[in-house]
């Protein structure tokens, strides 16, 4: 969201104090942020106590920058957190998922006795694979129970789990494997989008082509198209897991055993392994699950609208609610999977109480209209979340209208894959909400907005955002490569840990997220760098030089466009140029994913440089954004960009 955008809705004066109604019932009270200022690190080892631990840590934190350790002296099991407990203490017959499928009419009930049983079962046929503790274990799923069980299997081993998002193509696959060195993969044969069906074990085998260290695969079979097999290597779930014990004796592993893997985009064509560990992970994630969405595990029933390939997932679709035993709502589909009315359908059949989306996904609802959601008896919703990105205040003012129906608290959300759990957003029934603001940090979180050198700014400024001390769920490293996670998160500004957004303060001290700074756009919530795109359309024949940047996008928040110079070979030379450009918007979606693919490619003769041959992306911005250039005068050839303007007025903007 741009400086601008946020001034002209602050003159507006739109802020909604809490209700009463919800204040007096809410989980969090007033005092909850000058109890956790007073020590925090002392207010996060209560909160551990969420978690259960089978030897509880006298050691809170310790650290020596950019190294931390939470409750390093405790012992515990995820699994056991998510799982057994609930089991333990008489609540296993709640349900804990009610899956739903692609298809209308296709749905699951899972009580946490199942879910006990289920994992179990996926672990024992992991240790028949032969995994042990330490392993790391690619998953590349759809959105169905499965994945859930697998991704609590390998914790309960003391293994580790790298989750790849089932969009992703193979040799996004491939080089993650490799990266973090998988034995082993949990996939499926195929997804469902829209009614159709969509192989993934294909993409698996051809990954495995350059993965040779990998001994076994474990498929869930999930459409009926034929499946290529290899003897030996592949295992039918069916047919491993479901002839297992379902009971088995969890080993307690100490609290900074590694626990996932989840892997980011950065400012190079490689993707960071984000690494986190296992008791200050959980610690955060329970306890902001806790108190951002005011869980009432007894009543609610929650749904956040993601997918367990990314961060969102991970934390609060699996261990930050299974470990508060709560009901959830775990949907496989797109939002108009069956129909632009699917939400609304699955809201009202399961008295959805809370739902936690991106702005992405709501500005394509606000796109179809109010009038779909005024269908449906929608009134179970008492609390919204957005994640991802900043939220428009337009389609917050829309959300909070027209779904939560001018009554349900918003808690905007900021936080990423590397933080592991939000850090900053309002809290329900405390904190008074403007559209678009994440308002202040939570407590016992400490975040500063700062100058180019580093300083605090003041209120009405703008600068960088940046975490000031440390907290539980901070990601541990880079997996493989601690000298990157130094220089990417700690350098810029020492001793303050940054991951590249842009922040304000408004006249009131309220926080306003402002985007990336740096070469990673943000694509409907989903990072991806400049680099990474741009390696994956020089890679394609046709293609001399390219150049990427992100631009502002009505419904995804940025959009990709990239500015192209061919080589144009003879047979190039001859092709129809439209035809050329969809040829290399799918050449992405195949080297990277669907979710890459640019919205604009523009075919230009030559880019931008400078004297000394440096690609000038700043003048693309410029013109991606239309807006007026700066100067050009180091430029080689000023009237370059001038030309390439002309030919983006020209160009066509893809509608997928």
Known sequence: MSEAKIEAWLEEDREFAPSEAFSAQANAQPSIYDEAAKDPVAWWREQANRVTWDVAPTSTLEWELPNAKWFADGMLNASVSCVDVHVRE???????????ADAEGESRVITYHELYREVCRTANALIELGVKKGDRIAVYMPMIPEAVFAMLAIVRLGAIHSVVFGGFS??????????????FVVTADGAFRRGAATPLKPAVDEALKSCPDVSAVLVVKRTDGAVDWVEGRDHWWHDIVERQSASHEPESFP????????????????????????????TQAATTYYYVFDVKPETDVCWTAADIGWITGHSYIVYGPLINGVTQIMYEGLPDSGGRDRWWKIISHYKATILYTAPTTIRTLMKWGHQIPEGYDLSSLRLLGTVGEPINPEAWMWYRKNIGGSRCPIVDTWWQTETGAILCS??????????GAAMRALPGISVAVVDDAGNEVGNNSGGYLVVTAPWPSMTRGIWGDPDRFMSTYWARFPGK???????????????????????????????????EV?????????????????????????????FVTLKLSADDADKDQAALIEELRAHVASVISPIAKPRQIILTPELPKTRSGKIMRRLLRDVAENRSLGDVTTLT???????????MDTSATAED
């Open 90 to 100: 008489g609540r296993g017959d709640r349900v804990a998922f009610n899956w739903v």
């Open 170 to 183: 193979a040799d996004a696959l491939a080089s993650r494997i490799l990266d973090s060195d998988c034995r």
């Open 255 to 282: 609290a900074e055993t590694p626990l996932f893997i989840m892997y980011t985009s950065g400012t190079t064509a490689k993707p960071k392994g984000i690494f986190h560990t296992t008791g200050g992970y959980l």
């Open 426 to 435: 309002p809290l329900p029934g405390i904190t008074a909400t403007k559209p």
């Open 497 to 531: 840990y940054f991951a590249g957004d842009g922040a304000k303060l408004d006249a009131e001290g309220d926080l306003w997220l402002l985007g990336r700074v740096d070469d990673v756009m943000n694509i409907s919530g989903h990072r991806l760098s400049t680099t």
């Open 534 to 562: 741009e390696h994956a359309l020089v890679g394609h024949h046709a293609v001399a030089e390219a150049a990427v940047v992100g631009a502002s996008d009505d419904t995804t928040g940025q959009a990709i466009v990239a």
């Open 637 to 647: 050839d000023p009237t370059v960009v001038n030309m390439i303007a002309g030919l």
